[in-house]
């Protein structure tokens, strides 16, 4: 009996640790709505960069009418990734209403088992709009004339003036002495490893593969990654295929979850290039996920000046 009481405690605790890595939140922006107002949904999650998520569709969370949503917005945060995305819905009938737990499936990296995170339900109301019944119905007004002005005269100045600036302009450029400008070079003093967090933030900004531009995304994120492993590891990456490279990492001190980082990426990314492959939008996310956990975790102790532009 104790042993059974004890098995069954630790399966609580194994639980509560790996939902702890994972949560949800959904909210309203208001508590209180007329009808047709929208209602905008926040919905939050924070996960471990090793957990690959499954975001529901925007159909799939209530049965409120659709008004629009916004793409996925992804936040790093240490170790952790912080995915946020606003839903507009709209009720056409007064009452009470709340918004349901919203169930997100997430798995781990290497691991087959689907687990779940909820989100809290949201209590709203909806009203009709009041009318005063006290008041008498008063007369449609007249129709009021309106004089319209006529800036017919101050455009044609405005071109004038214009005109008369870019000929100016190409007189004292062309004609007149050029006016040399001394642009004083400055010194690249970043490192490799910062230009590479830096590139790896400007491209997720982008947010090219929620625009459809896959192909673009995949070529800047493993161009990126085979400069930085280049300049860390002192491999042939550029020039190398996704096998070769593969290859020359199990030759440097890595561990088998730092290479499985690339190994994901360059997978994914091949069968964009080649097999015009469309990889799902939780796969997307982890692969710019993965991307900063291997740039973070091979980090160097020491890392020098990229005086290349």
């Given at each position: 009996?104790?042993?059974?009481?004890?098995?069954?405690?630790?399966?609580?605790?194994?639980?509560?640790?790996?939902?702890?890595?994972?949560?949800?939140?959904?909210k309203?922006?208001?508590?209180?709505?007329?009808i047709?107002?929208?209602?905008?949904?926040?919905?939050?999650?924070?996960?471990?960069?090793?957990?690959?998520?499954?975001?529901?569709?925007?159909?799939?969370?209530?049965?409120?009418d659709?008004?629009?949503?916004?793409?996925?917005?992804?936040?790093?945060?240490?170790?952790?990734f912080?995915?946020?995305q606003?839903?507009?819905?709209?009720?056409?009938?007064?009452?009470?209403?709340?918004?349901?737990?919203i169930?997100?499936?997430y798995?781990?990296?290497?691991?087959?088992?689907?687990?779940?995170?909820?989100?809290?339900?949201?209590?709203?109301?909806?009203?009709?709009?009041?009318?005063?019944?006290?008041?008498?119905?008063?007369?449609?007004?007249?129709?009021?004339?309106?004089?319209?002005?006529?800036?017919?005269?101050?455009?044609?100045?405005?071109?004038?003036?214009?005109?008369t600036?870019?000929?100016?302009?190409?007189?004292?450029?062309?004609?007149?002495?050029?006016?040399?400008?001394?642009?004083?070079?400055?010194?690249?003093?970043?490192?490799?490893?910062?230009?590479?967090?830096?590139?790896?933030?400007?491209?997720?900004?982008?947010?090219?593969?929620?625009?459809?531009d896959?192909?673009?995304?995949?070529?800047?994120?493993?161009?990126?990654?085979?400069?930085?492993?280049?300049?860390?590891?002192g491999?042939?990456?550029?020039?190398?295929?996704?096998?070769?490279?593969?290859?020359?990492?199990?030759?440097?001190?890595?561990?088998?979850?730092?290479?499985e980082?690339?190994?994901?990426?360059l997978?994914?990314?091949?069968?964009?290039?080649?097999?015009k492959?469309?990889?799902?939008?939780?796969?997307?996310?982890?692969?710019?996920?993965?991307?900063?956990?291997?740039?973070?975790?091979?980090?160097?102790?020491?890392?020098?000046?990229?005086?290349?532009?």
């Amino acid at each position: 009996m104790k042993i059974r009481i004890l098995i069954i405690l630790f399966l609580l605790t194994a639980t509560y640790l790996l939902n702890a890595q994972v949560s949800a939140t959904a909210k309203t922006d208001k508590s209180q709505y007329l009808i047709g107002d929208y209602i905008r949904v926040q919905l939050n999650v924070t996960a471990d960069s090793t957990y690959v998520l499954d975001w529901p569709a925007e159909n799939d969370l209530t049965s409120y009418d659709l008004i629009t949503s916004n793409p996925i917005d992804t936040t790093r945060i240490n170790n952790a990734f912080h995915l946020s995305q606003e839903i507009v819905y709209s009720i056409y009938d007064s009452g009470v209403y709340y918004l349901p737990q919203i169930k997100i499936p997430y798995k781990k990296l290497r691991d087959t088992t689907t687990y779940f995170v909820f989100s809290d339900s949201a209590l709203f109301i909806v009203q009709t709009v009041p009318v005063d019944t006290t008041l008498t119905i008063k007369p449609i007004k007249e129709v009021i004339e309106v004089k319209v002005i006529n800036y017919t005269w101050i455009f044609i100045v405005c071109g004038l003036l214009l005109f008369t600036g870019i000929g100016v302009i190409i007189y004292f450029v062309f004609f007149k002495n050029k006016i040399k400008i001394a642009i004083k070079e400055k010194v690249n003093t970043i490192s490799y490893y910062d230009k590479t967090i830096q590139l790896l933030k400007e491209l997720d900004a982008n947010k090219l593969w929620q625009k459809d531009d896959l192909k673009q995304y995949y070529s800047e994120l493993t161009e990126i990654l085979r400069s930085y492993m280049e300049k860390r590891f002192g491999i042939n990456a550029l020039e190398s295929t996704s096998d070769e490279i593969i290859a020359q990492l199990n030759n440097v001190d890595l561990s088998a979850v730092q290479i499985e980082y690339i190994r994901f990426i360059l997978e994914l990314a091949d069968l964009v290039k080649f097999a015009k492959s469309r990889p799902l939008q939780n796969e997307n996310i982890q692969a710019m996920q993965n991307a900063f956990a291997f740039v973070e975790t091979t980090k160097p102790a020491d890392p020098k000046p990229d005086l290349k532009q």
